[in-house]
């Protein structure tokens, strides 16, 4: 499938009404330079401020808006942005002014090799309250993930197009398209870029974030491994129980034959209770078998389709 243009920017915005347009006249003096066709998409995510009525208020055919009717999230915002976007390549950049546009041109130079591009903040512009607990997440993540990039909360990412078509984002899973994307084949690179201090507005994230962050780690990992074969956990662990709870009883039925009392063990309770839990991990692993299978399971990706190119003759 071919997209009708070169370059298409996402921006989510949530209140960032003292920002948006200097954003916009930055990015157009960079991208009317390029000369590729683009557009510039903002997706208004539920802003309470005058984000809206600024970004209506440019004139200019390049910039598509989208708002929506509550606050649902940066990964949501990108989610929709991507799924809008026409161009070739799909940048993604915070809207508060803290991404530097002039960046853009690199981004596109590196995006020739690789299919998803991550920016690294090397210098960045935010209070060591973010920095430190960010360097922590940063590392836990490139472990457990294995994708060795340095910055996953980073905004302003490339990619080229089929990836962003090809990615689901629901909660917070918009640091972990990286990942996301390596699991799926796709290559990932890296580029150094810029960070300003946020002058206008204030960010939308917390400390929470990282705890939050923490528990998407382990739901995108798991959901990697195990998705298409929940019983290999469930029932792994089930098993692993049930185990547990055959080699107590064998031993309480040794003691059984000697003529020792066993009925008010509390090892005789042990092993039943493991029994129990046992079934019951192997049954959820089964019932997840069961909601993964009726599920459209073809979510492979086809670099190569001759019979897509005898059509398209
Ligand atoms: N953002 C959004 N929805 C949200 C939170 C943030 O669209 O619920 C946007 C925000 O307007 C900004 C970008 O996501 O353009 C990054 O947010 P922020 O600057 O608050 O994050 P930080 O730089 O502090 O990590
Ligand atoms: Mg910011």
């Keep these: 499938m071919s997209n009708k243009l070169d370059l298409s920017i996402v921006i989510p915005v949530c209140d960032e009404g003292e920002n948006v347009e200097e954003l916009y006249d930055e990015l157009h003096r960079v991208l009317s330079r390029l000369g590729k066709k683009y557009e510039i998409i903002f997706v208004d995510d539920g802003s309470i401020d005058d984000t809206f009525k600024k970004l209506q208020a440019i004139?200019?055919?390049?910039?598509?808006?989208?708002?929506?009717?509550?606050?649902?999230?940066?990964?949501?915002?990108?989610?929709?942005?991507?799924?809008?976007?026409?161009?070739?390549?799909?940048?993604?950049?915070?809207?508060?002014?803290?991404?530097?546009?002039?960046?853009?041109?690199?981004?596109?130079?590196?995006?020739?090799?690789?299919?998803?591009?991550?920016?690294?903040?090397?210098?960045?512009?935010?209070?060591?309250?973010?920095?430190?607990?960010?360097?922590?997440?940063?590392?836990?993540?490139?472990?457990?993930?294995?994708?060795?990039?340095?910055?996953?909360?980073?905004?302003?990412?490339?990619?080229?197009?089929?990836?962003?078509?090809?990615?689901?984002?629901?909660?917070?899973?918009?640091?972990?398209?990286?990942?996301?994307?390596?699991?799926?084949?796709?290559?990932v690179g890296e580029i150094e870029v810029e960070h300003h201090p946020r002058v206008h507005g204030v960010s939308k994230y917390g400390v929470e974030r990282l705890f939050k962050g923490f528990l998407d780690l382990i739901t995108v990992t798991f959901l990697n491994i195990y998705k298409k074969r929940p019983l290999h956990i469930f029932g792994g662990i089930g098993f692993l129980l049930i185990f547990s709870a055959i080699v107590i009883s064998l031993h309480q039925v040794s003691l059984w034959i000697k003529g020792i009392r066993i009925g008010d063990r509390p090892l005789l309770m042990l092993s039943i209770l493991l029994m129990v839990i046992g079934v019951q991990f192997i049954s959820i692993g089964l019932i997840g078998e069961l909601i993964t299978n009726s599920r459209n399971n073809d979510d492979y990706i086809i670099k190569y389709d001759s019979y897509e190119l005898e059509n398209d003759r």
Aim: with cysteine.
């Design 59 to 187: 004139k200019d055919s390049t910039v598509k808006l989208m708002r929506f009717q509550r606050n649902y999230g940066k990964a949501a915002a990108l989610s929709c942005g991507f799924r809008k976007s026409k161009g070739n390549i799909v940048i993604t950049m915070d809207g508060d002014l803290q991404d530097d546009p002039k960046e853009i041109p690199r981004f596109l130079e590196k995006l020739e090799e690789y299919d998803v591009v991550s920016g690294w903040k090397s210098k960045r512009q935010d209070p060591v309250s973010k920095t430190i607990p960010s360097k922590f997440f940063n590392a836990l993540t490139r472990f457990i993930t294995g994708v060795k990039i340095h910055d996953f909360n980073c905004g302003f990412k490339g990619y080229r197009n089929y990836v962003v078509k090809n990615i689901k984002l629901y909660g917070e899973f918009h640091r972990y398209i990286p990942a996301l994307a390596h699991w799926k084949g796709y290559t």
